[in-house]
């Protein structure tokens, strides 16, 4: 699996003297294998590594002259954002020969261009901080997620998150690329043009999203912004049980249209160690429920809220009638949003958690996780299984926890068992192994397992063409 | 440019002695050269050819079993489908030895999933015939255009319409696709799955959106639906000039948010040849103005329509106050789509028109244009300058009209250096010189000019990858 073993030492040292004094690369930006690459070396799935060096490059020229080194010397780079992906492809692995290049100090916003709703930014921006600063002009990148990643990891990535029913994945709002190619030139590709219509022969930037840097090194991108919300009815509801929600859905979704912003699913166990776990937030019901819905209703439309609200009352009442909800609260998004996102730490608090990011046609998502849920309570019935997730999208984040007095009793081949039954499952309900983080060496076993044949054989090809010495990233798609 | 002049009249006789018999292929679906090739030989845009055969296969079977003998014989496969692209992509070359390959024939739509809001349709299924039957569901698959192109056609062209600007082009409403690639086994590659997360690996199936049918003969597609406009307001607007656009535009933007669906600005000429040519439509004001704007407010939610009427009333009387309209008028959608839609056949009644679709920054829009109107009056002052587009998604088509009486005396060597002017002008504000029609003989010529390098290079071996011996498709990436 590592190639990094026929690395000699003295390649090495050669790609680091090759470094020495290029432009926009200080001897700051280049650390050595040891303790000041520790902050580089793991990431918040807690995959973690060793790096043989971390480079921090400050423009595209130095991507670029690092890239020719990598080539020349054939050492492997491992493009890193902010750290917060789940699959491991932005951490070195144990061999302790690849070299991190972390983009985190490109940070430059290049140009927003607002008449266009644009913007140019590097690729080390991180998102939280694109957003704070298009937030003046009543705009945002609309991706929604927990994390703050960097936007090459974005698009590495080719993040969804909670509102991608309304406003899609990051491939649906990536207008351009820069990259740098994994070449004897280290080749810069600008695709930075900022238009919406532009149907000029293949569109190579595909080829850099949702691939994790395994196609060349994004370097910049060109984000397609959208006006930040001005109306909005966020609600909690309390359900029967999954099997409810799909009806939930269709008839909020008759209601109201392309304003249904975000309709996620939280199960009763789930929302109960939320609650256990962060004491100052409050239970929005007396009683629980057989699971619960957090739905947004929104615009970017001003003034729309009474009529919303007034529409909203309307149909939970007769959603209520026809015993679908069983009870409903409004409030603001601040004061149900947090019901949900603090559900992973929450988890993290008891135990080991299993992760899994999958996805399914919306149709099938209830059934699949009922399954799930029974499965695991006849074969593991020591363990609890915690699911969430953007049901509107048909995504799901379902976490299987192992207690902290279960960890060492379940031993590492167990729990390999344990995730390959349920990605077993996943398949089995015409689900995706991995919805929203690309293929990392945490799950390029269930690619090799699920992907067909000859979509792997194409894949590899593809890769080996724009990276015939494999220089880049964690994983090959063979 | 044409491999087809090595190919001996045997090996197209082995290539049809093969078909013979096969399932899934009729006597009646095998089209010998000649008189019934006739409506397969030409397009919308007057792009003809010369067919060696026309096949029309009925399923998917059929299209690997032809694609298999291609393959063998060393035919070259042309992929139709309704004949409605503007740059000559589906038609075959004059030589007679290329063979259409039509799915028009492959109708079927093989599943709805209304709970998934998605459905499975063949490529030959027409975009109308597909949402006649989607209708009843109050779903529609929402590339709103001027021509009735087949679902594999959309996919070729990667088509945008007039209402990108809230759905996205087809890349962006496309959940699967099934190909059958161009390798000796006729290899059907099987990716439907209606899933809106899944990031497994490279994304395949983008490479076959707005390639033509260069990278595969695509078979069937998954689509996204969406929910049909129950609340609209259309009205029309008398601008004082291009200039204007951009301010009223974001005024809209401001006022509507992402209610906002279209956004069409017509010239002066432009309505003036419609109504012309056109004596059943009427002018919707009593003077003429510098231009105009179809502008749409619409929504999937029900019960907007007396908001959103105060609202554009409000916003128009503050327009007009500012002096950024003239005049402005309400009326169902029925009433003005005509005016923009009817624009091209009343063009071509009056001469021969060049058509020009390109795209630009919202930003460099009017600029480009009045930059191109100034240039066409100095230079060619017998001409004239027709535009009309999809202002707020920077789309805009550009028709320059050859009057009857010009077209001998212009000439051909003329013509192209007045087309390669004009495209050098979009190119000087940032355009793009193919916006919704990808890359076919028409404009091939200008992306060899208008590609970077490196570009051209890397796009030529994906292609050879996937089409190793040149079976596919009017247009080599080289």
New interface residues.
């Given amino acids: 699996m590592q190639s990094a073993a026929i690395i000699p030492a003295s390649a090495l040292d050669g790609f680091l003297a090759e470094l020495t004094g290029l432009d926009g690369l200080a001897a700051a930006d280049i650390l050595p294998a040891g303790s000041a690459c520790a902050p580089y070396e793991s990431d918040i799935a807690n995959c973690s590594g060793k790096a043989a060096a971390v480079i921090l490059p400050r423009d595209t020229a130095a991507v670029s002259a690092i890239m020719r080194a990598a080539v020349r010397h054939g050492i492997r780079l491992i493009a890193q954002g902010n750290r917060s992906g789940l699959v491991g492809a932005a951490i070195a692995d144990g061999s302790g020969t690849q070299v991190i290049i972390s983009l985190s100090r490109m940070r430059q916003i290049r140009s927003i261009?607002l008449?266009?709703?644009?913007v140019i930014a590097e690729a080390g921006v991180l998102l939280s901080e694109l957003n704070r600063q298009l937030e003046p002009q009543?705009l945002h990148f609309p991706i929604d997620i927990g994390s703050d990643p960097a936007i090459g990891g974005l698009i590495g990535?080719?993040a969804?998150g909670s509102r991608?029913l309304?406003h899609?994945?990051v491939?649906?709002n990536l207008l351009g690329i820069e990259a740098v190619?994994a070449d004897a030139d280290g080749?810069v590709?600008?695709?930075l043009?900022?238009?919406?219509?532009?149907?000029?022969?293949?569109?190579?930037k595909?080829?850099f999203?949702?691939?994790g840097g395994a196609f060349g090194i994004v370097t910049a991108a060109t984000l397609d912004l959208?006006?930040l919300?001005?109306s909005n009815q966020t609600m909690f509801l309390a359900l029967p049980g999954h099997a409810a929600a799909?009806d939930v859905l269709?008839a909020f979704?008759?209601?109201?249209?392309?304003?249904l912003c975000a309709f996620e699913v939280i199960s009763a166990a789930a929302l109960d160690i939320t609650l256990r776990n962060f004491p100052a937030l409050r239970h929005p019901f007396d009683a629980s429920a057989g699971c619960y819905a957090l739905v947004e209703i929104a615009?970017?439309?001003?003034?729309?809220n009474p009529?919303l609200a007034q529409?909203a009352e309307d149909l939970l009442e007769q959603l209520h009638g026809r015993e679908q909800i069983a009870n409903a609260a409004f409030g603001p998004a601040e004061s149900f949003w947090p019901l949900r996102d603090n559900l992973p730490p929450a988890i993290a608090k008891e135990g080991l958690p299993l992760s899994f990011d999958v996805?399914?046609?919306?149709?099938q998502l209830a059934a699949f996780r009922d399954e799930a849920a029974q499965w695991l309570q006849h074969q593991h019935p020591l363990l609890q299984l915690y699911d969430f997730g953007?049901f509107a999208?048909?995504?799901c984040h379902l976490i299987v926890l192992l207690p902290h007095d279960q960890v060492e009793r379940y031993g590492i081949a167990r729990i390999v068992a344990l995730r390959s039954a349920i990605y077993q499952l996943v398949c089995e309900h015409?689900?995706?192994?991995?919805?929203?983080?690309?293929?990392g060496p945490l799950n390029a076993p269930y690619?090799r397992k699920?992907?067909?044949p000859?979509?792997k054989q194409?894949?590899a090809?593809?890769?080996h063409?724009?990276d015939p010495q494999a220089v880049l990233g964690r994983y090959r798609?063979s």
Same sequence: chains 1, 2.
């Fill in positions: 261009d008449a266009n709703r644009s009543s990535a080719n969804g991608l309304r899609g994945d491939r649906h190619l080749t590709v600008e695709l043009a900022p238009l919406r219509k532009n149907n000029t022969g293949i569109d190579l595909q080829l999203v949702g691939t959208k006006r919300d001005q799909l269709l979704e008759q209601t109201f249209g392309d304003l615009s970017s439309m001003p003034g729309l009529l529409q996805a399914f046609p919306r149709s953007h999208d048909g995504g015409g689900g995706s192994f991995s919805a929203e983080h690309g293929i690619y699920y992907t067909a000859k979509v194409i894949s090809a593809l890769q063409l724009m798609y």
